[in-house]
Nanobody, 126 residues
Framework: QVQLVESGGGLVQTGDSLRLSCAAS????????IGWFRQAPGKERNFVGV????????YYADSVKGRFTISRDNAKNTVYLQMNSLKPEDTAVYYC???????????????????WGQGTQVTVSS
């Protein structure tokens, strides 16, 4: 079992930065990648980005590419989502999720991930 806890959300203004953290515990050695997703009110949960735990390779949704950066600290079992140049449309609940499949079927899909955090609210005011 893997447990994930997000933190770092808050209320910011357009153009501000925010860093979210995702702390993993439990059988963390089974995690191959950590994904970040977000869900705005009344909308589907969407892929934001993902990081491979082993080599640190990252992939991002087009909507955040160039503004968001995912990094990891394996010693702390923590993954970070650095969000710069925030926009009102970035407002959502942000979730991190763990994938324990060596070969992903689709790392952009929520069904790929079997452990989820509780989410942290990010609100960007205009």
């Amino acid at each position: 079992q893997v447990q994930l806890v997000e933190s770092g959300g808050g209320l910011v203004q357009t153009g501000d930065s925010l860093r979210l953290s995702c702390a993993a515990s439990g059988q963390t050695f089974t995690i191959y990648r950590i994904g970040w997703f977000r869900q705005a009110p009344g909308k589907e949960r969407n892929f934001v980005g993902v990081i491979n735990r082993s080599d640190g390779n990252t992939y991002y949704a087009d909507s955040v590419k160039g503004r968001f950066t995912i990094s990891r600290d394996n010693a702390k079992n923590t993954v970070y989502l650095q969000m710069n140049s925030l926009k009102p449309e970035d407002t959502a609940v942000y979730y991190c999720a763990a994938d324990r499949d060596f070969i992903p079927r689709n790392y952009k899909a929520s069904y790929e991930y079997d452990s989820w955090g509780q989410g942290t609210q990010v609100t960007v005011s205009s």
